[in-house]
């Protein structure tokens, strides 16, 4: 549980943080461009207004003979409020002369930036803050208004109050901020959902992988999702199966190699002590059927043994191979002959198929491949006896050596076929052996860069099938 805190609190610190932090940025930054639009439109409307009434006011006073104070009072008192902006008109000392529009305060006197800035630069100037007067956020804009002398008569000023504006403004930001949040918390729930829909799983897997590390081989986990996650769930199971397989395969091979060991030295123990009590001379027929017992169990004894180092070697790495050119026809025939008339002792037949092939000299370990003949061979003769009749063959086939050996007994389970060449399976087969004779062949034909195949032959029987490439090995 602390590993899946952990992913959870990582995505959360380094993609939600990241995320909320661009959404909260996002909302502040509209938030300022909302803010700045409505403000300087404001100013933009004031300013304009009092630009519009200075030149208005050079021509009212050109139309009254000159007189620029009493034209700035008619202006003034003649302008009828249209919007929530207060027309001033304003003396050189910053007294309110007369004023129209809505009045924000009973002030006498504009105390403003905008003010006295017009009357320094004698230009339009604006302020926007709180108006100590008025008690209140404003915006204005002064326009000084000057006589034909230069003298300053006074200045036309604009008085907008914000207070609209800000209701827009913060109503805007309290939108942008609701929505940002409301975005958080569906990328927040939404995000951890999607998290623990893969942590879960996680979790669940690493559960069951810690089952079959301790021991619980075979355990299986539920698949829940068609992905990723569900392929990684099928790995696993399949990884479980074939452990317990392997597991299983090796039980049986330790309980089938001690009873394999058991019968052979129970005869040669028994009839050991038959020869050593005296009872029986060396030329009586006793004493030679105990000593061909003896000699046939330690003969199967040392290929056991033969086949667990070979099995050993394997495992560890030393399984290697002497490479040279060889006549593996030749090598194959003298093989078949030499077990056909041992095998003629156990009234089984052993047929060579001739043929007019031309096999050339191939590179490959002799002795390795005659251990490989002979163990197929064995193998037919202990599966396929009862067939009374084993057949083999060595032909060309394109750029290939094929080597077939095919039995004529009951032949194998489908089921069993993909599992007889994996260490230590014996299947239902009731046959003596260790269960690695195969899996040694297998390892020695690949080495040549070969494949071994078996299948059930038509008519019943036993098809085991060896191609080796012509050429480099």
């Not at 030149?55 to 009072?73: S, W």
């Not at 942008?176 to 942590?199: D, N, W």
Request: proline letters at 3%.
């Amino acid at each position: 549980m602390k590993k899946t805190k952990g992913l959870l609190g990582r995505w959360l610190k380094n993609t939600v943080s990241i995320m909320l932090a661009l959404v909260l940025l996002s909302a502040t930054l509209l938030s300022i461009t909302i803010g700045i639009y409505y403000y300087s439109e404001a100013k933009n409307s004031v300013e304009t207004k009092a630009y519009a009434a200075q030149q208005l006011i050079e021509a009212y006073a050109a139309r009254n003979e000159g007189d620029f104070y009493q034209a700035c009072v008619d202006f003034t008192e003649s302008r009828l409020p249209r919007d929530a902006t207060s027309l001033q008109f304003v003396d050189p000392n910053g007294r309110i002369i007369v004023s129209s529009g809505e009045t924000l305060s009973t002030a006498r006197y504009a105390k403003t930036e905008d003010v006295l800035q017009a009357m320094e630069t004698k230009e339009v100037a604006s302020f926007r803050g709180t108006d100590e007067a008025a008690d209140e956020r404003v915006m204005s804009a002064s326009a000084p208004i000057f006589d034909e002398s230069g003298e300053a008569v006074g200045l036309l000023r604009y008085v907008m109050s914000l207070r609209q504006t800000d209701r827009k403004v913060i109503l805007f930001c309290a939108v942008f901020y609701s929505v940002a949040i409301v975005l958080a918390l569906v990328i927040y729930i939404s995000g951890t959902y999607y998290v623990r829909s893969i942590l879960e799983p996680i979790s669940e897997i690493t559960k069951t992988a810690k089952r079959i590390a301790g021991g619980s081989y075979g355990v299986q986990i539920k698949r829940q999702y068609d992905d990723e996650i569900g392929e990684l769930a099928d790995t696993i199971n399949d990884m479980s199966n074939k452990i317990s397989q392997n597991e299983k395969m090796q039980t049986e091979f330790v309980s089938s190699v001690s009873h394999e060991l058991r019968t052979p030295l129970t005869a040669i123990g028994g009839w050991s002590e038959t020869l050593l009590s005296g009872g029986a001379t060396v030329d009586s027929a006793d004493a030679r059927r105990g000593l061909s017992i003896i000699l046939r169990e330690t003969k199967r004894l040392t290929g056991m043994v033969e086949e667990l180092l070979e099995f050993t070697r394997m495992q560890d790495g030393r399984f290697t191979l002497n490479i040279a050119p060889g006549n593996i026809r030749s090598d194959f025939e003298d093989t078949v002959f030499m077990y056909g008339n041992r095998l003629k002792n156990e009234n089984i037949t052993l047929e060579y198929l001739d043929n007019d092939d031309e096999i050339p000299e191939i590179s490959c370990d002799i002795p390795r491949m005659r251990q490989v003949y002979l163990n197929l061979l064995d193998n037919a003769a202990k599966h396929g006896g009862e067939g009374g009749k084993i057949t083999a063959e060595i032909r060309r086939e394109d750029s290939e050596v094929v080597i077939r050996i095919r039995d004529f007994g009951p032949g194998i389970p489908e089921d069993e076929l993909p599992l007889v060449k994996k260490k230590f399976y014996k299947g239902t087969s009731k046959a003596r052996g260790s269960g690695i004779g195969l899996a040694v062949c297998e390892e020695i034909v690949s080495m040549h860069n070969g494949t071994l195949t078996l299948s059930n032959a038509e008519g019943g029987g036993i098809l085991v099938t060896i191609r080796l490439p012509i050429g480099e090995q």
